[in-house]
């Protein structure tokens, strides 16, 4: 069995002044043919398992292109029809099927469902029979183009994502039942008017864990396929945002409907309890100064970097230094700052704005100063999954026990290696400032003690009253009702 493999992977913010164009995309991976074997193999998120998977079971992989940005800004359209086009180009077009590892909330500048376009220009290509199984993400906004595209959508389980590996098993065991011929899929798509904010997405706490509670049962009945459920990504203002729910079943499209209108059941009536409400920063340090156990995480998931914000909020960083609090250690994304402090060099002494630089939705710049006591080049290898990340040169100043690490790159809060890598220890903090909203759990949550989560400047606040959303549905949950 030969599968033809490749994927575009973005989660697109809307409201961020940054633009995602090439140059993302090659901090993070652009890869082809057979070097996203050789950059994956053996790792354990998406693409480890497809690896692993298609070789337990003989499929040869014929590897086209991957690209992978960090979430962003809009991608620049032009860009997108670049790398569009030349992933179908050099999908096998003698290919038994075709994977494609995807996102489900990429959005170009004049494209609003760039996966649903994708897989357009692949069946102009391919023809309408040739199976195609994607791999998404929770927090795509599913659309009913995606779904009649494809053979089956197969969504990550889990918020903080731990589940990459055994979705991207899954999704290469249908893909290959497909091909011989034993599933013959069938899907439907539920979209209720609903946009919860990320901040309630956790799968493993309610209200979410019901809703996947009941996609595991129901994927327990004979004859279904997968059952996912997408929380959606409410900073994307497209017309499919929000909550999606696709089940897929085995030549039995009545109950596809059937399954997916009783999930959309079981989240109307919890609707109320994806409502979120947080404090402010100094609220939230008030709260962290009163806990009684440490280290505390102050979790600013209003400049969510893995949901797309600038990554240089500054509210709580400001807070932090306001109030005193150390030690404690806070990252904030500024190429600018981190020039300043190469050129005054390890021991030397910096007075820098940092921070509040991309757009006036993430605070203003706030005036530090301290001793550079870190330079790095940023280099370091994710502990959940073994793939190599950068954070582009980075230095570390030490602001009187307020330690601030400078990135040239956004980092998402998804590992505890990233500051740990610059050689600071932090089981040794009472205050870890991350900037994320659930997936930090995975990772800093092994070590907190407690945390708090705040509402701050940033592009990914739970507070949609700070956006101006032109393209929605009416009568969305929770912006309408």
């Not at 795509?140 to 595209?149: C, D, G, I």
């Not at 889990?158 to 098993?169: E, I, K």
């Not at 739970?462 to 969305?476: E, I, S």
């Amino acid at each position: 069995m030969n599968i033809a493999v490749g994927g575009l992977f973005h989660e697109t913010n809307t409201f961020v002044a940054m633009r995602t164009e090439l140059a993302q995309f090659e901090a993070c991976a652009l890869l082809r043919g057979g070097d996203i074997l050789e950059r994956y193999r053996g790792t354990g998120g998406t693409w480890g398992g497809i690896i692993d998977r298609a070789e337990e079971r003989g499929i040869r992989l014929a590897p086209a292109l991957y690209a992978e940005a960090v979430p962003g800004g809009i991608v620049d359209h032009a860009l997108f029809l670049r790398l569009a086009d030349e992933l179908v180009d050099r999908l096998d077009r003698g290919a038994d099927g075709i994977l494609l590892v995807l996102h489900g909330a990429m959005v170009t500048s004049e494209e609003q469902d760039a996966e649903g376009w994708l897989l357009q220009r692949c069946r102009e290509r391919f023809g309408p029979e040739l199976p195609i199984v994607c791999t998404i993400d929770l927090h795509a906004n599913l659309t009913p183009e995606m779904v009649s595209r494809s053979h089956c959508l197969v969504g990550y389980d889990t918020y903080p994502h731990t589940d990459y590996y055994p979705r991207a098993v899954e999704a290469v065991d249908i893909l290959h039942g497909i091909v011989r011929g034993e599933l013959s899929p069938t899907s439907f798509l539920y979209k209720p008017d609903a946009m919860p904010a990320v901040q309630s997405m956790l799968t493993d706490a309610p209200p979410m864990r019901s809703l996947i509670e009941l996609a595991h049962r129901i994927e327990r009945e004979p004859g279904t396929i997968n059952v996912t459920i997408a929380g959606g990504f409410p900073y994307s203002d497209v017309y499919w945002a929000g909550m999606g729910f696709v089940v897929t079943t085995n030549r039995n499209p009545a109950a596809a409907e059937r399954w997916a209108r009783a999930v959309g059941e079981r989240f109307e009536a919890l609707e109320p309890q994806f409502a979120v409400a947080l404090p402010g920063p100094d609220e939230g340090v008030r709260l962290a100064k009163a806990a009684g156990a440490f280290p505390v995480v102050l979790v600013d998931s209003s400049d969510n970097v893995g949901g797309g914000s600038a990554g240089d909020g500054t509210d709580v960083l400001a807070a932090v230094l306001k109030h005193g609090l150390k030690p404690s250690v806070a990252m904030i994304a500024d190429p600018e700052a981190v020039r300043e402090a190469i050129a005054a060099g390890i021991g030397g002494e910096l007075a820098a704005s940092v921070g509040g630089k991309t757009d006036r939705l993430h605070g203003e710049p706030v005036a530090i100063r301290g001793t550079v006591v870190r330079l790095s080049d940023g280099r370091y290898r994710s502990e959940r999954t073994g793939e190599p990340k950068e954070m582009g040169r980075t230095a570390v100043v030490d602001c009187d026990g307020v330690y601030v690490v400078l990135t040239t790159e956004r980092v998402p809060a998804f590992d505890l290696a990233a500051i740990e890598s610059v050689g600071l220890h932090l089981k040794q903090m009472r205050y870890i400032v991350v900037k994320g909203a659930v997936q930090w759990k995975s990772s800093y949550g092994k070590i907190a003690a407690s945390s708090i989560e705040v509402d701050a400047a940033g592009a990914t606040s739970a507070d949609f009253r700070r956006f101006r959303y032109a393209n929605l549905r009416k009568g969305m949950f929770p912006i309408d009702r």
